[in-house]
């Protein structure tokens, strides 16, 4: 069992070396050698290389957790998801050439652009989280995909931004919020509908119900008078 010293070099190997090379050309065999780790601890401590990005985003996740400002907690919605994704930003500057190698990877490769979108949208639920914004059921799911695909774009333009001030990166993100203002809205209309559809269908189930009783009641009563008779 590889231990959690190992696991770290492990998963920094791998991020160094997507700094340097294509994320197809980062093998196994290379990350375990540059680590000076044995396969078998490379096997036990990340079976692909899907999982050292897993590992990657849950590193994220985790300092935007310990760094989210309590104080943002009085401010609107809107405001405290702009500094959690920006903190969001600034955790992944350390590392900024590896993100730019798996945003290349991801549009030359739809099928792992999936894997990698998986898991954005569990990371964006955290961001939202972190954000005060508890969401749960397809409306958790539909708006963290929503704000997945958003990050994504401000992205693209912070690894283009040179500036340290951040001021496209920070436009782009003001404007992906305001076009999300108005999804979360349409978001409110779903669930009121969903809300209305279980409400009509619980109703609907609860009167064939009830039906059903009464016809078993009509049935048994008949069945008895029917003995009675009978038996007179």
Known sequence: MATAKTK????NTF???LSEHPYEDVSMPLIAETAKVKLSDLRSAYSSKLKLVAAFAEKIDTHVLDERDEDMGDQPARDRLFDVLMTRIDALAEHKDAVRALHKTARRDPV???DFNSLEVRSQKWMLIAAGIDLSGIKATATAQ?????FARVVDVWLEEDDEGMPRTMARLDKELDKGTSFMKRIKKLDKVARGLNSFFRKSSD??????DEDETAGENNDFSGETHAGA
């Open 146 to 150: 929503g704000l997945s695909i958003a």
């Open 15 to 17: 991020l160094d070396l």
């Open 112 to 114: 792992l652009a999936l």
């Open 207 to 212: 009167r064939r119900k009830n039906r059903r």
């Open 8 to 11: 770290q070099k492990i998963l």
